[in-house]
């Protein structure tokens, strides 16, 4: 069963593993931009250059800090990734 994430759970925990956020800041720069996809599901793109590279990146450490993470390319869309997270089993 998965459990509740938000995607603002999900951006702190990339900032603070010191991957830069492109909405947060004065002015725009490169980094990680996550969005609400349900409850239980975030989605994540890379804004700005080398996207695949960077989307790497972020899976490890999303996955080094617990979630589950699959990479997305819908047809003619970026490369995103899904953001889940699985209850511990009892």
Same mark, same amino acid.
């Given at each position: 069963m998965h459990q509740?994430?938000? =995607?603002?759970e999900i951006a702190r925990t990339l900032t603070t593993r !010191? +991957? =830069?956020n492109s909405l947060t800041g004065p002015t725009w720069r490169? !980094? +990680?931009r996550v969005t609400q996809a349900s409850p239980k599901t975030a989605r994540l793109w890379h804004d700005?250059?080398?996207?695949t590279d960077h989307l790497?990146?972020?899976a490890a450490a999303l996955q080094t800090a617990g979630y589950t993470?699959?990479?997305e390319r819908a047809a003619g869309k970026r490369p995103a990734l899904r953001i889940t997270?699985?209850?511990?089993?009892?």
């Open positions: 509740r994430v938000t =995607a603002a !010191g +991957h =830069a490169p !980094g +990680h700005g250059p080398d996207e790497d990146q972020y993470v699959s990479f997270r699985h209850a511990p089993e009892a």
